[in-house]
């Protein structure tokens, strides 16, 4: 049932609230898909900013972080195309055949780096094994 609401409110291009007076429209973002509900002020504010187009609130932060994080100064229109890049190349990519495999797969690579990653002061490999008691002294009185 809510898939079917959901795609009902797709096909709306707009929708009139009683309890605000305003309009809002379905936006759809133009990197990953997903569509909010916004105002068409919002909208307009949002396009203005990433060059007409529209982008959710998830991937305008990627695009924000990408600007932060990269080495050379880029633009947020070069930003952009390396974020609708990477959206791109991840909704082409299939699932894995065995989600579970590459989950204990993934976890043991992650275990060895951890294990093979060289140790602050010195300190052994072995510091997963407790040195003292995890239990507090617990004395009794008779």
């Given at each position: 049932m809510a898939a079917t609401v959901f795609k009902e409110a797709k096909k709306m291009d707009s929708v009139k609230h009683k309890n605000n007076?305003?309009?809002?429209?379905?936006a759809e973002?133009?990197?990953c898909g997903l569509t909010e509900e916004c105002t068409p002020a919002y909208i307009a504010h949002v396009r203005e900013k990433f060059e007409?187009?529209?982008?959710?609130?998830?991937?305008?932060?990627?695009?924000?972080?990408?600007?932060?994080?990269?080495?050379?100064?880029?633009?947020?229109?070069?930003?952009?195309d390396r974020h609708m890049k990477f959206c791109e190349q991840f909704k082409s990519s299939s699932p894995?055949?065995?989600?579970?495999d590459d989950l204990i797969s993934a976890m043991k690579h992650l275990l060895r780096?951890?294990?093979?990653?060289?140790?602050?002061?010195?300190?052994?490999p072995t510091s997963f094994v407790r040195s003292k008691s995890c239990f507090s002294t617990v004395k009794w009185r008779s």
């Open positions: 007076q305003s309009e809002i429209e379905f973002c133009d990197c007409g187009r529209w982008l959710c609130g998830l991937c305008s932060e990627a695009v924000k972080d990408e600007t932060v994080r990269s080495e050379e100064d880029i633009t947020t229109n070069e930003a952009l894995p055949a065995n989600p579970a780096r951890t294990l093979d990653s060289p140790r602050k002061n010195g300190s052994s």
